[in-house]
């Protein structure tokens, strides 16, 4: 009985290594061609870098001259117009090639509240030109354990979204709270277009835009989520889309709660030392 147990222990053992090897071989093709993908996309991004930059520079210098006629004045500010759009793509594009690597991301203890008021403040005009009031929950505690960059960059891409694919006098809610169960919730929800079903489950792949948006949203790549699930991929975190067509969406980013070094430490006692503090306030 006992040399039987040893030997099934062994063979599923066994199964599970060859298992495990099996798996690796078969998906290193993959690996390898997400990884030159992003090698190769990261290449072309940083070429139209520089000309860009000097397209841009030349028209603005350009513009320096008074005397210009006004029509041509019209025609290089609309160019700098979208050699910003440009600019802003191939940043996007330089981000999802280059932040695949954890191991060079400064992490520390961040209180997400101020990471995204900051975004909600880079987006101020953003919203006041859609007309789309962005209304701010904060709940405490709200520490998480990050890199701020990346946050701000999780933060922003997805309000840009809840403002972008809102209509104007919709509203983009940004709530964070924990969820006593060892999470601090980010949560951004909108009144907008929504995402149809069929859609929904490619939303993360890059360069993906639903048909809806696309002629809506002028000069979107398609990459803003695809940079958000890396992201809170590399911060243990997890993401889920919500929505309706017409009725709205909702996208709730959960990370885990950072109490002194220990993620494990539940969010419930803090709450008991810190009662909650709600603050509200209307952006645009
Ligand atoms: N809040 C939202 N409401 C409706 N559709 C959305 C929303 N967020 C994302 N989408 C849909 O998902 C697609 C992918 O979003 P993503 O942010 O990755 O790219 P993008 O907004 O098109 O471009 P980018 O963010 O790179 O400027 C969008 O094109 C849009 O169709
Ligand atoms: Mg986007």
Known sequence: MRNF??????????????GYFIAKVALAPARNALL????FIGDIAHELRTPI??????SEVSLMDTSLDPKVQRVLHSNIDELNRASEIINNLLT???WTRPEQMNFSSIDLGVVADAAIR?????AKKKRVEIIVYKKTPRMIYANSTAIGQIATNIIKNAISYTPARGKATVLIEPDYQGHILFVVQDTGMGIERKDLPHIFE?????ERSRNRQHGSSGLGLAIVSELVKIHHGKIAVKSAPNHGTTVTVSFPYYKNGDAAYSAKREQTEHPD???AGFVA
């Open 96 to 98: 999802f090639s280059n």
């Open 53 to 58: 930059a000097i397209i841009k520079t030349n």
């Open 36 to 39: 030159f993908q992003k090698r």
């Open 206 to 210: 890059p360069f993906f835009r639903a």
């Open 5 to 18: 147990v040893i030997v099934f222990a062994a063979t599923a053992l066994m199964a599970t290594l060859v």
């Open 122 to 126: 880079s987006l101020r005009e953003l």
């Open 277 to 279: 503090e709600i603050s």
